[in-house]
Structures are given as structure tokens and as C-alpha cells.
């Protein structure tokens, strides 16, 4: 039994791809002056905003408008549920109590 586990373990290992290939090319391949550029404008026009999160709302409002509504939903719909599952434990709890 343990000679046919290493057997389907070694030919597992055998047969599996070690690196999936998703299309993208060797990592060694990637145009770094593009990574460079994309890094630069981040640093020069997010990192400015971080530091100042009233100007990031003020430039884009729409944005912030619905990221903010969606954790106001998110908030409402986990505070539901829980009052949800509070209700649940609670008659839970009665019809145990009456039924004992």
C-alpha cells in the first residue's frame, strides 16, 4: 500500500505542470520602461492624494459618493443579518424552553 501511494505520488509530481502558463510570457520578458512609467504616475498622482484625503474626494466625487453608499450598504445589510440571526437564537431558545 505505501509503495502504491509513492507510485501515484510520483507520477502526480511527474505529470504536473510547474508553472501555469497564463499567456503572459516569461516574467524575464516584461518592457520595464512601462512598469517604470506606470509606477512614476502613481507615485506622483495617487501618493499626493493619500497624504490629503479631502483633495481625493473634491477631484472626484462620483467616486467617493458611491464608495461610500456601498459600506453604508454593505453596514446595513451585515447589521440586518445579524439582527437576523439574533431573532433566530432567540426562538430558538424559547421554543426550547417551552418544549422541555
Known amino acids: 500500500m505505501i509503495f502504491r501511494a509513492i507510485f501515484w505520488i510520483g507520477?502526480?509530481?511527474l505529470l504536473m505542470p510547474h508553472e501555469p502558463d497564463l499567456g503572459f510570457g516569461r516574467p524575464?520578458?516584461?518592457?520595464?520602461?512601462?512598469?517604470?512609467?506606470?509606477?512614476?504616475?502613481?507615485?506622483?498622482?495617487?501618493?499626493t492624494g493619500l497624504?490629503?484625503?479631502?483633495?481625493?474626494?473634491?477631484?472626484?466625487?462620483?467616486?467617493?459618493?458611491?464608495?461610500?453608499?456601498l459600506l453604508g450598504n454593505i453596514k446595513e445589510m451585515t447589521v440586518h443579518s445579524l439582527g437576523d440571526i439574533k431573532a433566530q437564537i432567540e426562538e430558538s431558545?424559547?421554543?426550547?424552553?417551552?418544549?422541555?
Open 28 to 47: 524575464d520578458g516584461i518592457n520595464t520602461g512601462v512598469t517604470s512609467e506606470v509606477t512614476t504616475w502613481a507615485k506622483d498622482n495617487v501618493q
Open 51 to 69: 497624504k490629503d484625503p479631502a483633495s481625493l474626494c473634491r477631484y472626484n466625487t462620483h467616486a467617493c459618493a458611491t464608495s461610500l453608499s
Open 11 to 13: 507520477l502526480v509530481a
Open 93 to 100: 431558545r424559547r421554543s426550547h424552553s417551552t418544549g422541555s
